[in-house]
């Protein structure tokens, strides 16, 4: 009976494999239930909780903090600053609560500029840090906190923010435990050789010229935006932030500065403190904490007067 027994056989393996396929499908269905289980709690312990986190894991993960408090915490922030990692040095103490700081590592001003007009969130008063203005734009990282229906759900699910992923929670954690707050603190340099290592390497970076095109383009959505954003209330602040006082003549930042000046003149739009004398840095672009601090204590006294209006033409 040799052929009734390779059915017999081909059937029980047929059985074996099916009961298998059943018990991973059963398996795989409970890590799934499990998963979700897991979410489900995390979330209401994040809802209830509600950690107060401003700082991550790493630079892209600090960005992302900072875009998702502007774009979903209430009340909506009086004031915002946008710029790059320069001005995200300032410490948050300085703002307070009510002044968001989209000021974000290796980005253009106008990635913030971006974000507030898109949201809808317009605050009273925009800082806008200049220094990096000839940058490119990532419009890439602008689109993702866009992109729905993400968007809408981390409005009403936190834990499916960036800022309360556990890696990040986990980090802030440990911060306020160690220091009392969980913002990265930028000490002064300590290591004069270090120092003058960071500062060469910045100096042959500003002593080269802007892409003249893409800083004529930057310049073009600045004003684009400056001026939808005024329409809807919003006041301008425009400032540079202090690099190694011997940078401040080099020709990089001298071309950007004339071009924003000449964008955006003196008669007619609200300037901090007029040309920087630079300040001590720990690498030639970046201040220490504490100096940011200083900084941004007076740059937010700043008392904007009148804009001269525009001349009507003349009649014949």
């Known amino acids: 009976m040799p052929a009734r027994s390779m059915r017999l056989s081909t059937f029980n393996s047929r059985i074996v ?15 799934a239930i499990s998963g979700v289980i897991a979410f489900g709690l995390y ?29 979903y915490d209430e009340p909506a922030p009086e004031a915002a600053i946008v710029g790059s990692s320069q001005a995200q040095h300032i410490p948050a103490a300085v703002f307070g609560p009510g002044i968001a700081n989209l000021a974000l590592a290796a980005e253009s001003p106008l990635v913030g500029l971006t974000i507030i007009a898109r949201s809808g969130r317009v605050p009273r008063r925009i800082y806008v840090e200049t220094n990096q203005i000839a940058g490119p734009v990532d419009t890439g990282l602008i689109d993702g906190f866009f992109t729905e229906p993400g968007y809408t759900l981390k409005r009403f699910v936190k834990a499916l923010r960036t800022t309360y992923q556990p890696a990040n929670l986990l980090v802030s954690l440990a911060r306020r435990a160690a ?30 010229p802007p892409n003249a095109l893409l800083l ?42 004339k071009a924003m000046h000449a964008a955006f003149p003196d008669d007619r739009a609200c300037w901090y403190g007029g040309t920087p004398a630079g300040l ?35 009649r014949h």
């Not at 809802?47 to 875009?67: K, L, R, T």
């Not at 840095?281 to 200083?294: N, Y």
Request: glycine fraction near 8%.
């Open 280 to 314: 001590p840095t720990t690498d030639g672009v970046h201040i220490d904490s504490e100096e940011a601090a200083r900084f941004g204590q007076s740059l937010v006294q700043t008392v904007c007067q009148p804009t001269l209006a525009a001349e009507p033409p003349s």
């Open 216 to 257: 004529e383009s930057n310049l073009g959505e600045m004003k684009r935006l400056v001026d939808l954003l005024t329409a809807q209330g919003a006041e301008f602040v425009f400032f540079e932030m202090p690099i190694e006082p011997r940078f401040e003549q080099a020709a990089g930042v001298i071309a950007v500065r």
């Open 43 to 71: 979330a209401a312990l994040i809802e209830v909780w509600s950690p107060d986190v401003h700082a991550g894991q790493d630079q892209e993960a600090d960005n992302a903090i900072a875009i998702e408090r502007f774009l």
């Open 179 to 208: 220091r009392g707050r969980d913002e990265i603190y930028y000490p002064k340099l300590a290591d004069p050789a270090l120092h003058d290592v960071l500062v060469a390497r910045e100096q042959g970076l500003l002593n080269m």
């Open 17 to 31: 494999g099916s009961s298998k396929l059943v018990g991973h499908a059963g398996m795989l269905r409970l890590i």
